[in-house]
Each structure stands twice: as structure tokens, then as C-alpha cells.
């Protein structure tokens, strides 16, 4: 029940924390400028943690009979696999361009910052939601992120990046709404 209740605790930090330092230890490399986690990914470890939790009180509340055992061994071990499926799930920024697996995938998808043919940055009041930088690649494939703080870091090198590519990153910004 301790492990349960620090679980509980702990959690909200952790779903914070855990997508993108899992995202940047198993996927970042040599050339690599960053790695980052989509939101969908958040949910996944979010439904990790709540299956460890739930482990941990079928333990306690079943007072620990062979059946709460095989119970919880089940949670954990779908924990495991959520786990698994969100760690899957990245975009990173390279020298040469882009490399990403969508949510839910296990194929990686790369791109070369030549094969970028738009880019668009929507700029949204913080109020009103969340603004996002889309990339139109030369086979039509849309690659959109969400611009929070650390992806504001490396809106310039990506505009350098861009222009070297001649590509210009149109700037669209939203005004508030009433």
C-alpha cells in the first residue's frame, strides 16, 4: 500500500518528467539536437502509472492470496508494455533533418532538411491554446509540433536551417480571442 500511495504521490511528476528523459536516453545520438515527445505520449505513461498503482492495492486489498498475485503481476506487466509503447514515440531534431515514429508506430520515418517544401508556424496566445510549427515535406507528409518552451529554444536554428534550404517559414499569428 506504501508503494501504492507514493505511486499516487509521485505520478503527475513523474508523467511530466518521465516521456521526454526516456525519449532523449534510448533515441538521442551524435548530430542529434534534441529529442522530443508528442502529448498523446503523456496519456500512455499516464495509463502505465495508474496500472502500477492498481497493482499495488489489488496486493493490498486482496491481502496478498495467490490470486492478488497473479492480478498484479498481470497490471505490472501491462504497465510494462504501455511503458514500452510510449518510449517508442519521438521526433528529433538531427544536422541532416528530421527522424520520427508517430504514436502507436514501429516504423521510423526520416527526412532530410531539403526535403521540407513548408513550413508554418502558428503563433496562438497561450490563453487560447497551444501554438504549433508544421512541416509539409516533398511527398506531402505533415509533421506538426507543438511549440512550447523547449521547442521555442530551437525555432531559431530551425528557421537557420530553413533559409539555408531556401525555405521560409511563414509566421502566422492568431489573435486573441475575445
Keep these: 500500500m506504501v508503494i501504492g500511495v507514493g505511486l499516487i504521490i509521485l505520478g503527475p511528476f513523474m508523467v511530466f518528467l518521465l516521456p521526454n528523459f526516456i525519449a532523449n536516453s534510448l533515441h538521442f545520438r551524435a548530430g542529434s539536437w534534441f529529442v522530443f515527445t508528442k502529448t ?4 500512455i505513461y499516464a495509463a502505465a502509472f495508474v496500472l502500477l498503482i492498481a497493482a499495488c492495492f489489488v496486493l493490498y486489498l486482496m491481502s496478498l492470496v495467490r490470486k492478488s498475485w497473479y492480478i498484479g ?3 505490472v506487466i501491462l504497465s510494462a508494455f504501455f511503458f514500452y509503447l510510449g518510449s517508442l514515440h519521438y521526433i528529433m531534431l538531427t544536422d541532416n533533418g528530421f ?3 508517430p504514436l502507436l508506430s514501429f516504423d521510423v520515418k526520416g527526412y532530410e532538411w531539403g526535403d521540407v517544401e513548408d513550413a508554418v508556424f502558428r503563433s496562438v496566445p497561450s490563453k487560447d491554446g497551444d501554438s504549433t510549427l508544421t512541416f509539409t515535406f516533398d511527398d506531402g507528409t505533415p509533421l506538426e509540433m507543438k511549440v512550447d518552451r523547449l521547442v521555442f529554444k530551437f525555432m531559431q536554428p530551425i528557421e ?3 533559409s539555408y534550404e531556401n525555405v521560409e517559414v511563414e ?3 492568431i489573435p486573441p480571442k475575445d
Excluded: S, W
Excluded at 498523446?40 to 496519456?43: D, I, L
Design 40 to 43: 498523446g505520449v503523456y496519456g
Design 73 to 75: 503481476g498481470v497490471l
Design 99 to 101: 527522424e520520427y515514429r
Design 160 to 162: 537557420n536551417r530553413l
Design 171 to 173: 509566421k502566422i499569428l
